[in-house]
Each structure stands twice: as C-alpha cells, then as structure tokens.
C-alpha cells in the first residue's frame, strides 16, 4: 500500500500563505488519484480538494475555492496544496489521500497519510 508523507504545516497568521507537500513511496503515484482532507478536534473529516491521476481534473470544496489550489508532480512523486488568503477557520490537521478509484478519492480514499497541522490565528 502507498505512504504518504505531509509536510509545509505551521502557524501564520489571517491572510498568509502556506504550501503543504505529500510525498508518495510508490512508483505508481502517477496512476493515483489524490486528495487533501482536513480535520478539526471533535469533528469529522472534511474534503478539501481533489486532482486526477493526470492532473487534469480537479474538485474543490465551496469554502476553499479560488483560495487553494491542488497539484501534482508525477516526476517528484509528490503532491501539493497551495493555500492563500487562511483564515482561523482554515485551522486544522491537513491529510494527504490516495486511490485510484476517483468515485473514492473525494469520500472514503484507501490511504491515508499521518497529517500535517496548520494553525491561522487573526
């Protein structure tokens, strides 16, 4: 099974910017599709946004759109989360996810990484 590592978490304050990594083991990471998730302490996990194995397709969440955006380097192995303009509602543990199933990725994806905590303080 992939794993997958989060980095680029932190804390910055209302209106920053922050770039979080996933870096995948497996050589097939260019046949995954991959999500971001996020998570706050008493609450479920949250879809944030999603990327097709080629890149070409993309899905966000209403509350992050036109503020993040996802990417991938297949070459790298590693996908990204671009965040712009946080918000103290933007606080939580990010997670990277995996599957190949893209009626999956945006739900219930096959793995999961360990997260990566951001904190957006006003």
């Known amino acids: 099974q992939v794993q997958l590592v989060e980095s680029g978490g932190g804390s910055v304050q209302t209106g920053d910017s922050l770039r979080l990594a996933c870096v995948a083991s497996t050589h097939f990471f260019p046949d995954y599709n991959m999500a971001w998730f996020r998570q706050t302490p008493g609450k479920e996990r949250e879809f944030v946004a999603a990327i097709s194995w080629s890149g070409d397709g993309t899905s966000y969440t209403d509350s992050v759109q036109g503020r993040f955006t996802i990417f991938r380097n297949n070459a790298r192995k590693t996908l990204y989360l671009q965040m712009n303009g946080l918000q103290p509602e933007d606080t939580a543990t990010y997670y990277c996810?995996?599957?190949?199933?893209?009626?999956?990725?945006?739900?219930?994806?096959?793995?999961w990484g360990q997260g990566t905590l951001v904190t957006v303080s006003s």
């Open positions: 996810a995996a599957d190949m199933n893209w009626g999956r990725i945006t739900a219930n994806p096959e793995a």
